[in-house]
């Protein structure tokens, strides 16, 4: 199946269905586009484990991988993006047409996608497990969490998570817009903590010494251009990368302190937020699956499985 636009070790990934075996505790995902082949190689990982989180939090691309994970698909999500990242029904001028954005959800949640096992929407949807999805409201130009079992629109609240800023149209939630939640949390687990859970582990999608660089604030004219209806919003984009490497520093001395547990890139992270070279896609998967394996027994420490 192997051919230019696809990745040439897919036949080698894991594939496969979780067992329902659930662990108490809360996983949180952050965002980055592409930069999530790294996460569903962690989750997948995590599922061949039979680490399967009670409560699932995810950000942007966080939020669509973790959708395939509280599903128990192992490798679908992944499969996705390294089978179908040229096709412009999934990234491209057809998604646009069909989504007003840059990726296609409709063909990422069809139920007849060659090489794709459909989505298991009711094993997604089982009351003993939770996911929260975070979309940034652009009225408040603040983050929301859509839940399952409380929101009726949680498909919707995922693609709204994940519409990148910029390049793609508002998604309207119950008569209210929403854009990619890393606009407003790019690592969310804050909610978590806020919520008293023993257990957090975290996956980032950069290493744990990466930080964006800050730009004055007078350079950001185009967010308050772009976004001039909703200038709450064009000031959280203006603040995002300065708060993100607030968080990546609170999240250094959580780790130190063994109150959150973090599974991140053991070596930089090189590629673009829609990058097209599938043999970089399939490596960072790679570098996912075996940073998380590389972890398992501190992992399972810190989760009291062992």
Request: glycine share 8%.
């Amino acid at each position: 199946m192997f051919n230019d636009t696809t990745y040439s070790g897919l036949e080698s990934m894991p594939k496969g269905r979780a067992r329902c075996w659930i662990v108490p505790g809360c996983l949180a995902l952050e965002g980055g586009a592409f930069r999530g082949m790294y996460t569903e190689g962690v989750l997948d990982a995590l599922m061949e484990a039979d680490i399967n989180l009670q409560t699932t939090i995810g950000v942007s691309a966080g939020a669509l991988s973790g959708m395939s994970y509280v599903s128990g698909q192992i490798g679908r999500a992944a499969r996705m993006n390294l089978l179908y990242r040229h096709d412009s029904r999934y990234v491209g001028l057809t998604a646009m047409k069909n989504n007003h954005g840059v990726i296609g959800f409709d063909f990422m949640f069809g139920d007849d996608v060659p090489g794709i096992d459909p989505f298991d929407e009711e094993r997604f949807l089982r009351p003993e497990r939770r996911f929260i999805a975070v979309a940034s409201n652009l009225t408040t130009g603040k983050p929301e969490y859509f839940e399952t079992g409380r929101s009726d629109q949680i498909v919707l609240a995922a693609q709204a998570s994940a519409s990148m800023p910029y390049l793609s149209e508002p998604v309207m939630i119950d008569g209210v817009p929403y854009l990619d939640g890393g606009c407003t949390v790019k690592i969310p687990y804050q909610w978590a903590l806020d919520r008293e859970f023993r257990k957090v582990v975290v996956v980032r999608t950069r290493p744990r010494d990466f930080r964006k660089e800050v730009t004055p604030r007078k350079s950001h004219a185009a967010a308050h251009t772009v976004y001039r209806n909703y200038p709450e919003f064009a000031d959280a984009l203006e603040k995002s990368s300065e708060n993100y490497n607030k968080q990546c520093e609170e999240l250094l001395e959580l780790e130190k302190s063994g109150r959150i547990f973090v599974i991140a890139p053991s070596r930089p992270v090189e590629i673009s937020r829609l990058e097209g070279d599938m043999e970089k896609l399939g490596a960072l998967y790679d570098m996912g699956y075996l940073d998380a394996r590389n972890s398992m027994d501190e992992l399972k420490k810190y989760l009291e499985l062992v």
